[in-house]
């Protein structure tokens, strides 16, 4: 199996989630690490990981990043994969994996027909190491599909692990998927909309890290909420939006017609008045997971901020 991790800056909590990778419950798996520019000691750090390594069956290669952000970065490591790959999951450098995760998601893309696509994600344990806290990331209340992919990500990226199929498809579309906002939130739509399987895990995979320095987090609240609703108001969110759907768009040979035609209803629908609008939105099912969720987004759709 694959493991590719995009890192900058990673040194105070690269060890320890180096560490836990080798209690995966595999015995043999390659980490990429595409290190986007790094200057710290992370560099040094890998080093040591790698020596350690030596006659095992484990492997480490790291490679210079793109310098151009954390989705770019794991958008050139999807690029770089084999013409066949393997199974491919997705590592952050600051989370700690809990025992066996990768075993787990192996069992489940092993009951797959090897021609079908499919991908596994999992919960997220949120970790508030300065609080001594640990709190369950929120369980699935819809079942995911394309039509929720394009309003919201639940494929956590640093609990993805794609079968050989689905690693092909991001593969292909991983040079068209420049600009995007968050690599992980494009893979579950651009695998959702390509038919893949989609297989949820309902273990914990992993101690997501809260720290000062994370690229998106995990916050809740009345000021994360608040937050939120300011991003909207102002416009971040139909940016985001606006990144996402182009690059699915530069992909659509990739998708099943069901799927474009969703899409196509999606892209209708923010350039038309707010009847026009409202109905193309209707009519292409699109959902988020929970009915708060969907207050906002028929919220903004409303406002025009979609």
């Not at 080093?47 to 390594?53: E, S, V």
């Not at 997220?124 to 990331?137: E, L, Y």
């Not at 599909?145 to 692990?161: H, I, K, M, P, R």
């Not at 000062?212 to 940016?239: C, D, P, S, T």
Request: proline share 5%; glycine share 12%.
């Amino acid at each position: 199996m694959l493991i590719l991790m995009g890192l900058l800056n990673g040194a105070r909590h690269l060890e320890a989630q180096l560490t836990s990778l080798l209690a995966s419950g595999l015995p043999t798996w390659e980490l990429r690490v595409s290190d986007d520019g790094s200057t710290d000691a992370s560099r040094a750090v890998l080093a040591r990981f790698a020596a350690g390594l030596e006659g095992s069956g484990f492997r480490l290669r790291v490679g210079d990043g793109p310098g151009r952000g954390f989705a770019a970065n794991y958008l050139t490591l999807l690029a770089d994969l084999p013409e066949v790959p393997g199974c491919v999951a997705l590592a952050d450098q600051d989370d700690i994996w809990l025992p066996g995760r990768l075993a787990r998601a192996r069992d489940l893309l092993g009951r797959v027909p090897g021609s079908l696509p499919a991908f596994t994600f999992a919960r997220r344990i949120d970790w508030f190491p300065q609080a001594g806290r640990f709190r369950p990331s929120a369980p699935l209340r819809r079942r995911p599909s394309f039509a929720n992919a394009l309003v919201e990500n639940v494929a956590y990226g640093n609990t993805l692990v794609l079968n050989p199929a689905a690693a092909r498809i991001a593969r292909r579309a991983a040079p068209l998927a420049e600009g995007i906002y968050a690599h992980d939130w494009f893979l579950y739509q651009l695998l959702t909309g390509a038919g893949a399987l989609c297989l949820a895990d309902r273990a914990p995979a992993l101690l997501y890290r809260q720290h000062g320095g994370n690229a998106i987090g995990a916050a809740r609240g009345l000021r994360a909420w608040a937050g939120r609703k300011g991003q909207v108001l102002r416009g971040v969110y139909a940016e985001r939006m606006t990144a996402q759907i182009a690059a699915l768009s530069r992909c659509e040979d990739l998708l099943l017609d069901e799927n474009r035609a969703v899409l196509g209803q999606l892209r209708r629908a923010r350039g038309a008045d707010l009847p026009e609008r409202l109905r193309q939105l209707h009519r292409a099912g699109l959902y988020r997971q929970s009915w708060q969720g969907n207050l906002g987004f028929w919220g903004a759709a409303v406002l025009g901020r979609v």
